[in-house]
């Protein structure tokens, strides 16, 4: 008893020491930056060679009201455009930070009753020489040369949209969260119309935005917004607003302002309906070796109860059109994370998401509807999401599945509730809760429920140089055990040149957020990481180059803080004008295996390595080739010991391009492990082939081959996607799995889906 008050004491004033410094980390940086933007009004930046970050108002866009129409035809010639007030005066972003564009960029904005729209003149010196990779919608920012609208209309710097067009027409629009800091998320997806047109000097675009496509506030008369260009070719990167190159482009800290003549307000019903028709026949040759023929009709709807809340409902939504999952050759004694994928949980996802850490997740929606690798129909789910106002953000999820007899499943209940509140301009504070309801979810301990409450406070500073986060979870079960929490704190320091990262986690041995992703508990980990980047004078051949270093290290959580893993990594990169990248590391690794364990991938618990201390040494190298050209190469050896024997992962990838359709694209993973006897050794092979084909930009087709001998499969996915009308699709998916060894074929499936988004 003793020991057990002494170790809870301890980790009673860890957890109080990392508190307090966390609250004075928030409070200090807090007070450093600036809690409210000065309004100045369209101020030119300071000529500095190391410049500051930009105020919230130091560009501004004047948007006014069209009375006439505007046709989308990627020729904006009507007389509205004439008379529009426009911005110009891009400077590079990257490779420098300090001077003007040499890609040249006019934006003007009008609006009416139903869109927001753009003119967008994209000056251009090379002929038509544009980079991209085929017609395919969502293109991310490396695969094409284009222009983006980045827009926050609640003008709050935590969440955005963005809208993407490439010199051929292609579209791609995306959610931003975090601030920006982490990019944007290209799945979400939603209704809007562009078009572009080509010149001699240019290339110039008109875009619409319906009012009903984003969220945004009633009698708001600044919005957040900048305007982002990439010209590859020119080995440029460009914004309106000039901010320091250690920052996303997609940072919400560093926009202008898009200034309404008359706030915009939503009139009328604001209501799509999303039905589906699907059918689709499964035959497994292992099993009943019998045809399934089945099909669904479902319906997903989105209302916006306000203009920046919104409802979401499903019945019998049905997934079947979902890309496949990519492979991966895992070696380590944890489960792998793979990315959501499915549509009616992405919108507004990272409000649920956000919470926690990519490691320690209480709410991971890919554990909704999939059980074991199989999926389990949904009857209905419902999530209400988005702001009430400035401050104040909320999302609450419900979803009902159905029994699965066949996996010992009963009906089972998610709900996730969460709220936010904006503090210090751009941080927040937020409370998520998560509820599993339903029998035999977990038939280790037989748990009817499966809660957990928690509270994170993220940072953002209002100049994006602190960012941070610090949160505790408590895990509730029918049979309460000690240590049913996990806690966490960063802090990120970063301004041109340098970036130190400071991670510290705690997570409980009883924590087990069935609804979460924790793969890994009962431990402390403390992970710092330092990167010091260069960016030479001359750019003409290298664009930056620069070192780094990070000791990640796990501790049990008895209280004696003895050492479970630890590695140390140390890496140099260099980073090329033509696009070319090359890398080297090494490091230094120490594993305490507590349990035996296979460590070369074949699952063989009778000739594990035994529980002991291991010390091993790794390195490697990178190299990707210039990815504008046709051919594309990357190439990554990575070697040393392993355990107590020996391994080697050699990797690459080749890619054709033939433009505009699509690529052809060649990945091949070989990994050695040699151990002594009498442990295993393996050889393991992880190949695929994916071809992509993109005759028109609204057809799609993907191939998709995986050779992985680790889980002895191959497996064939090839789905076409004909983009009938917006947002309005028809798909049509074939899946094969094969033995690896002898080809045997062991599941087929085919599936043709229809979905048609229709506005109310």
């Known amino acids: 008893m003793k020991l057990l008050l002494l170790v809870g004491l301890r980790q009673f004033l860890a957890h109080r020491i990392i508190i307090r410094f966390a609250i004075l980390f928030a409070v200090v940086f807090a007070v450093q930056s600036p809690l409210f933007p000065t309004f100045a009004q369209n101020a030119e930046p300071k000529q500095t060679s190391r410049i500051q970050a930009i105020e919230f108002d130091n560009y501004v866009l004047p948007i006014a009201r069209t009375s006439s129409a505007i046709t989308i035809d990627g020729q904006p010639n009507e007389e509205a455009w004439s008379k529009a007030p426009f911005i110009n005066n891009f400077f590079q972003h990257y490779p420098t930070d300090s001077l003007k564009a040499r890609s040249q960029v006019e934006v ?6 139903e869109n ?45 949209f963005g809208f993407r067009v490439s010199p051929v027409g292609v579209q791609g629009e995306g959610f931003v969260a975090n601030g920006g800091n982490f990019g944007m998320d290209r799945s979400w997806d939603n209704v809007w119309f562009s078009e572009v047109q080509t010149g001699k000097d240019r290339w110039t675009a008109e875009i619409a935005v319906p009012f009903r496509a984003i969220r945004f506030e009633s009698g708001r008369k600044r919005w957040r917004m900048n305007v982002v260009r990439w010209d590859w070719i020119r080995n440029e990167l460009s914004s309106w607003t000039r901010f320091p190159i250690n920052f996303n482009v997609f940072s919400l800290a560093h926009t202008g302002v898009l200034e309404w003549d008359t706030p915009p307000n939503a009139s009328g019903l604001n209501m799509s309906l999303i039905p589906y028709a699907a059918a689709n026949v499964q035959h497994n040759f292992q099993g009943d070796n019998t045809p399934q023929p089945g099909w669904g009709l479902g319906l997903d709807a989105k209302w916006a109860v306000t203009p920046s809340l919104n409802l979401d409902l499903t019945v019998l939504p049905d997934f079947s059109n979902v890309s496949v999952d990519r492979q991966v050759t895992n070696l380590q004694r944890f489960s792998l994370f793979f990315p959501e994928q499915r549509q009616f949980f992405i919108e507004n996802s990272d409000l649920f998401s956000q919470f926690g850490f990519s490691q320690i ?30 401050n104040w953000r909320v999302g609450l999820m419900s979803i009902q599945t ?25 941080s927040n504070i937020g409370m998520i809760f998560v509820n599993r309801q339903g029998e035999n979810f977990n038939q280790e301990t037989g748990n009817n429920f499966n809660r957990t409450l928690g509270a994170d406070f993220s940072l953002l500073s209002n100049d994006g140089v602190w960012t941070g986060k610090l949160f505790y979870h408590h895990n509730f079960t029918p049979n309460p055990k000690p240590d049913q929490f996990a806690s966490a704190g960063w802090l990120r320091y970063s301004v041109p040149g340098l ?15 069935e609804v979460g992703f924790v793969p890994r508990t009962g431990v402390w980990r403390i992970q710092p990481t330092m990167q010091q980047t260069f960016y030479p004078t001359d750019r003409t051949v290298v664009n930056e180059h620069g070192w780094g270093a990070e000791s990640d290290m796990y501790f049990d959580n008895s209280g004696r803080f003895t050492p479970l893993d630890r590695s140390v990594f140390a890496w140099y990169f260099m980073n090329f004008t033509n696009t070319v990248f090359a890398s080297v590391f090494a490091g230094n690794i120490y594993t305490r295996l507590t349990s035996p364990f296979d460590a070369s991938g074949k699952g063989d618990n009778t000739r594990a390595l035994p529980v002991g201390e291991y010390t091993y040494n790794r390195f490697g190298v990178e190299f990707g080739s210039d990815r504008r050209a046709p051919f594309v190469a990357t190439a990554a050896v990575r070697a040393g010991t392993f355990f107590n024997g020996t391994n080697t992962r050699i990797n690459g990838s080749l890619a054709y391009r033939f433009l505009p359709y699509g690529s052809l694209t060649v ?28 005759p028109t930009r609204e057809l799609f087709f993907t191939a998709f081959l995986q050779y992985n001998t680790q889980i002895n499969n191959v497996n064939l996915n090839a789905r076409m996607q004909w983009r009938f009308a917006p947002m309005s699709d028809v798909f049509l998916v074939y899946t094969d799995n094969y033995d690896a060894t002898s080809f045997a074929i062991r599941n087929r499936g085919i599936a043709l889906k229809m979905t048609y988004w229709l506005n109310i």
Request: charged share 20%; net charge negative.
């Open 108 to 113: 003007r904005a009008l609006y009416d009753a």
């Open 116 to 160: 927001i729209y753009f003119s967008i003149t994209c000056f251009d010196s090379t002929a038509g020489k544009y980079y991209f990779q085929s017609l395919r919608r969502d293109f991310s920012a490396d695969e094409a040369d284009g222009v983006m609208i980045i827009l926050d209309p609640l003008g709050t710097g935590q969440t955005g």
């Open 361 to 390: 997740r209480p709410f991971f929606s890919r554990k909704i509807g999939l059980a074991e690798g199989q999926s389990v129909a949904i009857p209905f789910g419902a999530r209400l999401s988005g702001n009430i106002d400035d």
């Open 402 to 426: 159905a029994t699965k007899p066949e996996q010992s499943l009963s009906t089972q209940n998610y709900t996730v509730a969460a709220v936010q509140r904006r503090l210090f301009g751009r």
């Open 499 to 513: 970036e130190v990262n400071w991670n510290h986690e705690y997570i409980g041995s009883n924590y087990n957020p």
């Open 667 to 694: 990945n091949l993973q070989r990994d050695y492990v040699i151990l002594p006897e009498p442990y295993n050794s393996n050889e393991l092979t992880l190949g695929s082939l994916q071809l992509d084909f993109t």
